[in-house]
């Protein structure tokens, strides 16, 4: 809904999302610590509403153009599994759910203006974004006695109902400024800004947290940073250009990072906080060449990065002397350097085809060991061939070919997971038969390939037992149908 005013269009936008699915997981029946387990379904739902406020602003003595926003955005994920084991020494029935919710209120300026100094035309731009957000999770479990129906909350270790964070207060605020001076007619620009971060978490006093993990101490925090840059962007012929920036990196440390309460004896994991870790910062340095047609274009860039207390999510740090349990914290590494390229190209062909080709490298090692980072994925190439026989109808045949990950050690030098490569081919259809419906659905893995997510082992030891667990889906189909009432 817009509306005409004043001093510009003023426009409020509704919308929510409404996600339903259950799943028969079969595939996993009767293997690994499924093996006396013969029903297991899951029921996942995701939901969300998020109302927003933005006005385009006619120009005035202070700004050539700008605008603003004001939203608020509401999410909750809720998944339950529920696990039939009759062929258990005591038979038994599992449910288990896990909840997570995010309320988002925040307000939003960018505003530009052009002005003459030193004797060229300029364009300044400049702005800010305010952000509080509360973070709420829990994870629920019941046990039935199929014999005599008798219940339990105590499930494969754990006492339930928990949470594996304590609720959690984050406030962000960014103020930026930037100028853009073309240098000479039909020349490069060059581009000088800064931005200036708050970030503060606060954890709320938690009954249910502290009860499950009294003796981990809850921290809360507050970070600031200031973050210059320097752009350049040079035209060398007709849609062809060359660029370069530099700019100091802030990372806060995450909510989840600082504190975490997380101990899962099935499988013999535990995760611990670090109240001392520190903000990430760095420097950044990439550059690159674009070019671009009506139907085709072709990106190149390459990047190199200085980090100074670099924090390395969840890394696994030893053996509970005590429990047994495999331990992971996230850690500040003194000083690490990532570099890389990634290459992006579509080309059209004959008729109704086009290629789309992709490609990702990047190298990081902690310059304090000479030890590969186990948070960077191995080198993966897309190569994606389309097919559009009419403006409603779509077919794409993807195939994602990934290395072999580097060898990977944890802080004692003990061999951690390395993925092997793969080839993985999918086939992709979608076809909109109206403007309020449109039908979407995939083959994949179409040769059975086994490969394993990078972000799903991450840190995990070479010799775990779950990995099998975690890899990808074989081959499989799925299909979804939306409708826009």
């Not at 999770?137 to 499930?155: C, F, K, N, P, S």
């Not at 992971?328 to 086009?354: D, H, M, W, Y």
Request: glycine share 8%.
């Amino acid at each position: 809904m817009a509306r005409r005013t004043d001093v510009g269009r003023l426009r409020l936008t509704v919308d929510a999302v409404e996600d339903e699915r259950q799943s028969d997981l079969n595939a996993m029946l009767g293997t690994g610590r499924f093996r006396n387990t013969t029903r297991l379904l899951g029921d996942d739902q995701n939901r969300r509403v998020r109302l927003v406020v933005d006005q385009e602003l006619e120009p005035a003595d202070l700004w050539s153009r700008g605008q603003w926003r004001a939203w608020y955005q509401d999410s909750d994920t809720r998944q339950e599994t529920n696990e039939a084991r009759p062929l258990a020494a005591v038979p038994i029935d599992l449910f288990r759910r896990f909840e997570f919710s995010e309320e988002t209120l925040g307000l939003g300026v960018d505003l530009e203006t052009e002005w003459f100094g030193l004797g060229r035309a300029q364009r300044l731009g400049y702005g800010f974004e305010i952000q509080k957000s509360e973070l709420r999770q829990r994870r629920d479990a019941i046990q039935t006695t199929l014999g005599t129906g008798e219940t339990t909350q105590t499930v494969l270790g754990e006492n339930f109902p928990l949470r594996d964070f304590p609720v959690t207060d984050v406030f962000e605020l960014g103020v930026y400024a930037y100028d853009e001076i073309r240098l000479w007619d039909g020349g490069p620009s060059l581009s000088p800004g800064v931005r200036f971060e708050y970030y503060e978490l606060e954890s709320r006093n938690d009954p249910l947290f502290e009860s499950a993990f009294p003796e981990t101490p809850l921290t809360d925090l507050d970070t600031t940073a200031w973050a210059p840059s320097l752009g350049l962007v040079w035209p060398l012929f007709d849609r062809a250009e060359v660029f370069a920036q530099y700019a100091r990196a802030f990372r806060s440390p995450p909510f989840s990072d600082v504190n975490i309460g997380l101990d899962i004896p099935i499988f013999n994991v535990r995760a611990i906080p670090n109240p001392d870790l520190e903000p990430e910062r760095g420097r950044t340095l990439e550059a690159g060449f674009r070019w671009r047609a009506p139907r085709a274009r072709f990106e190149l860039v390459l990047y190199r990065n200085q980090f100074k207390d670099f924090i390395s999510t969840r890394a696994f740090v030893g053996v509970d002397p005590g429990s047994g349990r495999l331990l992971f914290q996230s850690i500040n590494r003194e000083r690490v350097r990532i570099e890389g390229a990634e290459i992006r190209s579509t080309l059209p062909l004959p008729g109704p085809f086009s290629l789309d080709l992709s490609g990702e490298w990047s190298r990081g090692e902690d310059r304090e060991t000479g030890r590969s980072l186990p948070e960077l994925g191995p080198p993966q190439a897309i190569i994606a061939l389309d097919y559009s026989p009419s403006p409603d109808l779509d077919f794409t045949l993807a195939t994602s070919v990934t290395r072999d990950q580097r060898r990977l050690v944890d802080e004692e030098g003990e061999a951690l997971f390395s993925a092997p490569g793969s080839t993985v081919v999918d086939l992709l259809m979608q076809w909109r038969p109206s403007s309020k419906l449109s039908v979407s659905a995939g083959l994949f893995n179409l040769t059975d390939e086994r490969s394993w997510r990078h972000a799903s082992v991450i840190g995990r030891p070479a010799g775990d037992p779950t990995l099998p667990l975690l890899a990808e889906p074989g081959r499989s189909l799925r299909a979804t149908l939306r409708w826009y009432p």
